[in-house]
């Protein structure tokens, strides 16, 4: 419920609190003076788009602040503070920032939070009816949303059924009609895979077999530079012709150092240290002549070692930058092949879970069709009552529902995507089930049936949509009701009667009703006044609560259009003790 309203800056509104409660309260105003911002700041409050036009001239933005009370509405807490939010003393502050500049800000408990959390907490709070709601009521979707949440569980465990398997089967149909219509691409595709995976095993390249050629045809290549190079290494490091050598220079060197020896132990351990260098030396120059004959000259490796590299090399160009690379081009490939390999079988899969998923399907909508029909009896009755009840004795609804039947496809077993057979019988189906539903309306004895978009008038929908609201309150039940002038192009008896009516459906719930009809106005709890002042610059409006006194002049004033007349205050009164009594 909530608790109180603070508008800032909105449209004609300064700054005003409205302070609400349970049951009912009426907003009336002269034409003008800023009724609908009261609906318009609630609707900010359930994250409706917000329009830079509607902050006051001169201000920097208009702000709208909501209390609303969290003990009966479960969940709220904790969806605030998942929100990042605080619920302080069971009650939460919902916030709407809108600046000239038409950026928007939204607030739950104190935390800055998207427009659409704030709309997604506070859209189970509020329901907010206008005129352009009796339009909305033509539509046949509406229709069927009201129709479904009348018949409760009964049809949303079937309907919520009957989407999931709906989701599944647009998805399976629109995957096998893909698998079908690139048939012929997969085939294609399969056989230029085949042909890279054949190539690459015909030369069965070895991981990291590219760099170990190369190395080795740059060796074969340069064989006799690498032997000669060795060769002339080995004989200036220990030569066989008593030339001058490393190993003769480095024992040269020991020989000096051992004959000082005795003279200064520094000396004979340089001598060790040269000592140990000569062995070094003696093992390098080993190592160098092996180097040197083990060096391969074999014309036909190097070319073998060519020709082998050249086929790898034909691989590379095409599957990838190296041995490595191609081996997982081939890997990849041998997979997809597998999968391609497959398209015949994932046919005949997605072929049969289409036709298990449409019986299921046609079983779900056949049980939400029945739910549907069940409630559609119990909803044209209770709505007939309601009507009887607002001044509308000889009215009587009906609601149809029905399935638009669709020729048998030339072929059952691949039939057109939005042809469903429900028993013996093809249908079309949706997203919603195989019904369409639709409000009929005979307002007066002897009249026929009628869409409501043709057999009503303005006032007549403005109650049948009330008559409708009442009735689903019980089995939907919403903290607070906002109507907006739902009672426009209705006067006398029947406005007495929908006032009537909205008192009924306050005993139950918030009810905040914007009227321009003292009729209703006389059986709120709490009457709240927009008054209209201006210094002859700039115009601003304000809420007031009446008391007794304040209500009996305002309903004047509804009534004769000007204040101080004594007839329109005696109707007034009479009005007032006439909604008292009921």
């Not at 809420?543 to 204040?563: F, K, P, V, W």
Request: charged share 25%; net charge negative; with cysteine.
């Amino acid at each position: 419920m909530i608790e109180e309203l603070r508008i800032s800056s909105l449209g004609v509104i300064e700054s005003s609190t409205l302070e609400l409660g349970p049951g009912f309260t009426v907003v009336t105003g002269e034409t003008g003076a800023g009724k609908t911002m009261v609906v318009t700041a609630l609707g900010l409050l359930l994250g409706g788009r917000a329009d830079s036009g509607a902050v006051r001239a001169g201000a920097r933005q208009a702000r709208v602040e909501g209390v609303v009370s969290a003990d009966r509405l479960e969940g709220l807490a904790s969806a605030v503070e998942d929100a990042g939010g605080e619920v302080e003393d069971h009650t939460v502050v919902l916030a709407r920032n809108v600046s000239a500049e038409g950026r928007s800000r939204a607030y739950v408990g104190g935390a800055g939070v998207p427009v659409a959390t704030l709309a997604e907490l506070a859209e189970p709070l509020v329901a907010v009816h206008g005129q352009s709601d009796q339009h909305r009521l033509l539509k046949a979707s509406t229709q069927r949303a009201a129709l479904d949440v009348f018949a409760g569980t009964a049809a949303a465990g079937p309907l919520e059924h009957y989407q999931q398997l709906y989701e599944r089967l647009v998805a399976t149909e629109r995957e096998l009609a893909e698998v079908v219509a690139t048939a012929r691409e997969r085939a294609r595709e399969a056989d230029l895979l085949r042909f890279g995976v054949d190539e690459i095993e015909a030369v069965a390249p070895r991981p990291g077999e590219d760099h170990e050629l190369a190395a080795e045809e740059a060796r074969l290549g340069h064989a006799d530079t690498l032997r000669t190079a060795a060769e002339q290494a080995r004989e200036a490091l220990s030569s066989d012709h008593d030339a001058p050598d490393a190993l003769g220079a480095v024992a040269a060197a020991r020989g000096q150092l051992d004959s000082v020896r005795e003279h200064d132990p520094e000396a004979g351990e340089l001598a060790d240290r040269v000592a140990e260098v000569t062995y070094l030396l003696s093992d390098l120059a080993a190592d160098v002549a092996s180097y040197a004959s083990g060096i391969d000259t074999d014309p036909a490796r190097l070319a073998g070692v060519s020709e082998r590299r050249a086929s790898l090399v034909a691989l590379t160009r095409k599957y990838g930058d190296s041995v490595d690379a191609v081996l997982a081009w081939a890997e990849q490939a041998t997979r997809r092949l597998l999968e391609l390999d497959a398209t015949d079988e994932t046919i005949e899969r997605l072929a049969a879970e289409r036709v298990t998923l449409r019986s299921a399907l046609a079983e779900a909508a056949a049980i939400l069709t029945a739910a549907r029909r069940e409630a559609a009896e119990r909803l044209s009755t209770a709505v007939t009552e309601e009507l009887a009840l607002l001044a509308m004795p000889d009215a009587r609804m009906e609601i149809q529902v029905r399935e638009r039947e669709t020729p048998a496809p030339p072929d059952a077993g691949n039939p057109p995507a939005d042809a469903l057979l429900v028993g013996d019988h093809w249908v079309r189906f949706h997203s919603h089930g195989v019904d369409e539903v639709e409000f009929l309306l005979a307002a007066n004895t002897g009249s026929e049936l009628r869409p409501l978009h043709k057999g009503a008038s303005g006032g007549e929908l403005s109650r049948v949509m009330l008559a409708v609201e009442v009735c689903l309150a019980d089995t939907h039940p919403v903290p607070t009701f906002v109507f907006d002038e739902v009672d426009a192009g209705v006067g006398g008896a029947a406005a007495v009667e929908i006032g009537r009516r909205l008192a009924a459906l306050a005993e139950h719930a918030q009810v905040l009703v914007v009227t321009h009809l003292p009729q209703v106005a006389a059986f709120a709890d709490r009457h709240v006044v927009v008054e209209k002042s201006s210094d002859g610059t700039v115009t601003s409006s304000g809420l007031t609560t009446l008391d007794d006194a304040g209500r009996e002049q305002e309903l004047s004033r509804m009534l004769a259009g000007m204040a101080g007349s004594d007839s329109a205050l005696a109707h007034a009164r009479e009005l007032l003790q006439m909604a008292r009594s009921s």
